[in-house]
Nanobody, 116 residues
Framework: QVQFVESGGGLVQPGGSLRLSCAAS????????MSWYRQTPGKERELVAT????????NYADSVKGRFTISRDNAKNTVYLQMNSLKPEDTAVYYC?????????WGQGTQVTVSS
């Protein structure tokens, strides 16, 4: 059974940092591109960052470019999102998922709240 377990969220002041983790299981982790998404109430889920299978290639939404860094550890089946210079508009529930043409269930996500 494919599972994604996100963690590391919390309440942080503007300008602060957080590091999110996502532990994946149920598939050959190193064979899949992995991504982080985020969602706020009433809005569609937004793609935030993507990392290639070996971790050498990354891509970011314009809104987070230069502030967020995605990485992965294939030995630990884990993908990370380092978030720096956080802004109130980064407040959302963050999810990870693999790029897969079938259907995977979303994990529970991790809440990030940026507020003073």
């Amino acid at each position: 059974q494919v599972q994604f377990v996100e963690s590391g969220g919390g309440l942080v002041q503007p300008g602060g940092s957080l590091r999110l983790s996502c532990a994946a299981s149920g598939f050959t982790f190193g064979s899949y591109v992995m991504s982080w998404y985020r969602q706020t109430p009433g809005k569609e889920r937004e793609l935030v960052a993507t990392v290639t299978t070996a971790g050498s290639g990354t891509n970011y939404a314009d809104s987070v470019k230069g502030r967020f860094t995605i990485s992965r550890d294939n030995a630990k089946n884990t993908v990370y999102l380092q978030m720096n210079s956080l802004k109130p508009e980064d407040t959302a529930v963050y999810y990870c998922k693999r790029t897969y043409h079938g259907s995977d269930s979303w994990g529970q996500g991790t809440q990030v709240t940026v507020s003073s």
